[in-house]
Nanobody, 127 residues
Framework: QVQLVESGGGLVQAGGSLRLSCAAS????????MGWFRQAPGKEREFVAA????????YYADSVKGRFTISRDNAKNTVYLQMNSLKPEDTAVYSC????????????????????WGQGTQVTVSS
């Protein structure tokens, strides 16, 4: 079992930055890939970024590539999402998720690849 708690959301002006954190409890965090997803009002949940269990590989949605950076600190059981050059269209509830499988997987970008989810944190970008 993995429990996840996000923090770091808030209101920011366009062009600004935020750093989201996702604190995990549970012994298997360090062996699971982690992902960030977001859901805007009236829209489907969408993939944002993922990182493998070692942190050696990362994956990004095209819409955030070059602006967002995912990282993890397995010693602190925490995964981060650094968001720069924020745009109003980044406004959403951001949730972190722990992968269903331990160690490596062939897929990281579908929400049904993930078994454990946090409650989410609101990010609002004003124009």
């Amino acid at each position: 079992q993995v429990q996840l708690v996000e923090s770091g959301g808030g209101l920011v002006q366009a062009g600004g930055s935020l750093r989201l954190s996702c604190a995990a409890s549970g012994r298997t965090f360090s062996t699971r890939a982690m992902g960030w997803f977001r859901q805007a009002p009236g829209k489907e949940r969408e993939f944002v970024a993922a990182i493998t269990w070692t942190g050696g590989s990362t994956y990004y949605a095209d819409s955030v590539k070059g602006r967002f950076t995912i990282s993890r600190d397995n010693a602190k059981n925490t995964v981060y999402l650094q968001m720069n050059s924020l745009k109003p269209e980044d406004t959403a509830v951001y949730s972190c998720a722990a992968h269903d499988s331990s160690y490596y997987s062939s897929t990281y970008v579908q929400d049904d690849d993930y078994a454990y989810w946090g409650q989410g944190t609101q990010v609002t970008v004003s124009s």
